[in-house]
Each structure stands twice: as C-alpha cells, then as structure tokens.
C-alpha cells in the first residue's frame, strides 16, 4: 500500500509518499480502507518530533479517516489501509458520507468533551475561543451558540472573523491585535470561559477570564505555553483545566455514544462543517503547509 511517512523530524519538506507493507489483519484487529483521511495538528506535531512516536521510522502519521466505516483515534491512518482495533470504529450512519465523517470526527468529539466535560457550557454564558476559524474553533463556536452561550471569536484574518461570525460568534477580534480590550468591551468583568489551543496565549487568557472563571487548555498551535504561576489562580479564584481528547474516549461505547450525539448535532442542522481543501495522499507536505500556515478556512483532508 502507499503511505505519507517521514524518517526523521522536521518541517513538511520530510514527508514522503512511499510504497509500505499492508497492515494484517488480527484478533479484534480490523483493516479499514481509507476514502478521506482528516487532517489535524496533532500530526504536524508527530513530524515535528513534538509527541511521541512508538517503532522505528518510517513512521504514518494520521489518526482520523473514513471508508465504509470510520476511524477515530487508531495511528497510521495517512495511508491507504490502516488497521484499527474494532473498539475504535465507528459505523457510519446512511447520512453522513465518508468524507463527513473524516472531516469532523475527531475535531467534532473534541468540540463535544469541551462544551460537556472540561467546562459545562450553560445559556448565557460568556466564551472566548481562540482560532475560532480553526477545524474545532468553528464547530466549537456552533455548539456553543447551540447551548445558549454568548461568543468572542478571536482569529487572524478578516475572512476568518467572517467565518467565524457565520458559524454563530457575536463578537469577533483579531488575534493579532488588542483583543484582550475588544473583549473587555464585549465581556465587562470578563469571560465565564476562554477554549485556548494556541498555548503560547495561556497568560492572556487567564487576564481574559472573570474573577471565578475558567481557561480550558487543549493544544498548542502557536508553540509551549510559559510556566503559569499559581499564585495567578489563587488571586482570582481562577480554575486552568486541561483538555485531552484520548482521556474522555476510553472505551467502544464512549465513542459511539459521543460520535452518535456529533452525527445528531449534524442531522439536527446545529453543527455545520466546512472542507478547506482536499489534497492527494501525494501531495501530504502540501497539506501540512497549508494546515500550519493557516490561511485555510475548515478542514483539510487527505484523499487516497
């Protein structure tokens, strides 16, 4: 079969399309052919030598994709088989194609277990989301809007700030600018919850948050967050929570009972999502400029 590996760390110039032995299938061990591979931050971050990797090199980046049915969370999907231990398929109902399903399952649950687990979002409620343009940023925004909260989406274009007004944000900043003062004129007293994937913003938004309010850190776009203070939480009464995707699908039913509720929130018209781009397995280093440039808006598949 043909896969996007790389041999060694770095930017997209060391991904390579190259011939690899088939997976084998095993007890409670399924071979999955992929039609639409997601593309997420999480495999920049593998080549970037930023996770760690198990075996030697070559090594398949890839944790999300589709064919008959969909694979959330199984390594070595950029590839044109994957195997996958049956606990983490996910069957795909009539109405959500293959594509659908590679282009939200993986950013779509993690958008799930931030609005349900690390902070239970209620009406009324005052968000910040970062990226909001991003892959999670625009479904988050949805389901925030969806659950009654009001939204500040930050983002680094005005075409992204578009976006993210369309997907439901009431206020948007840009996040290259002072939005710590947009967000005091939106917010006055500040943010009952600020969603922060880029890291290095960590700081920002626990300024951003209200006496009593809550920063839920999820990833790190933009590099290492600095070391927090935790006089800073004390101060305030502020909660910083981390956010981790692997920690809420431990078992075959928290994935099927969570994705069951993201293909309701599709079906239902609350959730939307947009494909930024489809690229050839081929042109995968193409993919992962595009994906860390991030002048894409939705998601980026990889198409076998």
């Known amino acids: 079969m043909r896969a996007l590996t790389f041999s060694r760390f ?23 052919r992929t039609r639409a591979i997601g593309l997420n931050f ?8 930023r996770y760690h990797l198990a075996g030697e090199p070559p090594w398949i980046a890839g944790y999300e994709a589709a064919g008959e049915i969909a694979v959330a969370a ?16 996910i069957a795909l109902p009539d109405d959500i194609s293959d594509e659908l399903a590679a282009a939200v399952l993986l950013q779509g649950l993690t958008a799930d277990y931030l609005v349900h687990d690390s902070h239970s979002l ?20 949805q ?4 659950r009654g909260a009001e939204v500040l989406g930050l983002a680094s274009s005005e075409a992204k700030r578009a976006a993210a007004r369309e997907a439901g944000a009431t206020h948007t900043s840009d996040s290259r600018g002072n939005w710590i003062a947009a967000e005091a004129a939106a917010f006055p007293g500040g943010a009952d919850v600020v969603y922060d994937s880029i890291g290095t913003t960590v700081i920002d938004s626990l300024r951003a948050a209200r006496t009593g309010g809550t920063v839920v850190f999820y990833g ?5 967050p600095p070391a927090v203070d935790p006089r800073i939480l004390m101060d305030r009464s502020l909660r910083l929570v981390g956010g981790d995707l692997w920690n809420v699908l431990r078992t075959a039913d928290d994935r099927r009972l ?5 293909f309701a929130e599709l079906r239902d018209g609350r959730l939307a999502v947009a494909i930024g781009e489809r690229f050839p397995l081929a042109r ?15 998601k980026l598949l990889l198409v076998p």
């Open 10 to 32: 770095g930017d997209p110039s060391v991904l390579e399309l190259r011939e690899v032995p088939d997976p084998v299938a095993a007890p409670d061990v399924a071979i999955v």
């Open 42 to 49: 999480a495999d920049a971050y593998r080549r970037q030598g």
């Open 74 to 89: 199984a390594p070595f999907a950029n590839a044109e088989l994957v195997a996958v231990p049956v606990d983490h398929l």
């Open 122 to 141: 209620r009406a009324g409620e005052r968000v910040i989301v970062h990226a909001a343009a991003g892959g999670v940023g625009l479904l988050l925004v």
């Open 143 to 146: 389901l925030a809007r969806a």
């Open 220 to 224: 790190m776009a933009a590099g290492t």
């Open 258 to 262: 969570r994705a069951g509720r993201l």
């Open 284 to 298: 995968g280093a193409d993919a992962h400029r595009a994906l860390e440039d991030r002048d894409r808006i939705g």
